[in-house]
């Protein structure tokens, strides 16, 4: 048989390549967990943000949403972000940016939104079509102003037509700020979040070469939640804040 025929009548054993399923299952498990973990779930901890959520942002600047200009309507920033960077459906994208919103969820809101957005009492925004956004002023400032400079690189959006950060220069610690949610493959993360000024102050000592917990802690006094309330195991965040584990209780006012 010629080398034109084998390749036009192949045996039926020159297709069968033997590999042991545990192997091929757990290998592509783990390159789902990876893009979980990385493309969607877990915040980068320069900057604090979710890849949505820095979508948001940056497509909200492309488009001039800026904290002195009138407030754009909702779905037109959901559409334009889903249409050049986050092609993961425009639900998600709004749910982000209402929560980026919300005063009563994070330590200082990245999205200065207009109309109903949701309330403290546990009631949903309504929908993008009704409501307007903009950008806070504490975004611009610290999330967008050092772009210019060309201080974090860039990557092709998921079609190739754009270009994204890929992370924010955030100029503070915004992961302590604000606090992260996220539930991926094998892992979770919960970080309360924490005083502007007392995360500002023991990050100048922690640069200034103060490494020790103990010390750094009498800065951070610990936790600060929006809600308010009172921590009842403080005995206890010495240990959260070394281990990185542990629980934080509080109990209302």
Request: hydrophobic share 30%.
């Amino acid at each position: 048989m010629s080398t034109i025929e084998k390749l036009l009548h192949p045996s039926p054993k020159e297709n069968i390549e033997e590999v042991e399923y545990s192997d091929v299952m757990g290998n592509s498990y783990v390159s789902y967990a990876l893009s979980v973990i990385q493309s969607r779930a877990v915040p980068d901890v320069r900057d604090g943000l979710k890849p949505v959520q820095r979508r948001i942002l940056y497509d909200m600047k492309q488009l001039g949403t800026y904290s002195d200009k009138p407030h754009r309507k909702s779905a037109r920033i959901v559409g334009d972000t889903m249409g050049k960077y986050h092609a993961h459906g425009g639900d998600a994208i709004y749910e982000a940016m209402v929560v980026m919103s919300q005063d009563w969820k994070k330590g200082h809101k990245l999205v200065d939104g207009h109309g109903n957005f949701g309330s403290i009492e546990g009631d949903g925004a309504a929908a993008q079509r009704y409501t307007e956004a903009r950008l806070d002023s504490f975004s611009e400032e610290v999330f967008l102003s050092d772009l210019k400079y060309d201080t974090v690189d860039f990557q092709p959006n998921y079609d190739e037509t754009e270009e994204e950060p890929t992370v924010l220069p955030c100029k503070l610690p915004n992961i302590l700020i604000n606090g992260a949610e996220g539930i991926a493959v094998g892992m979770t993360t919960s970080i309360p979040t924490h005083n502007v000024t007392e995360v500002i102050d023991v990050t100048i000592s922690y640069i200034q070469g103060t490494k020790k917990v103990e010390t750094l802690m009498k800065q951070l006094c610990g936790p600060d939640f929006p809600t308010g309330g009172y921590i009842t195991n403080k005995h206890e965040l010495l240990n959260v804040y070394k281990t990185g584990k542990g629980k934080v209780r509080i109990r209302g006012k």
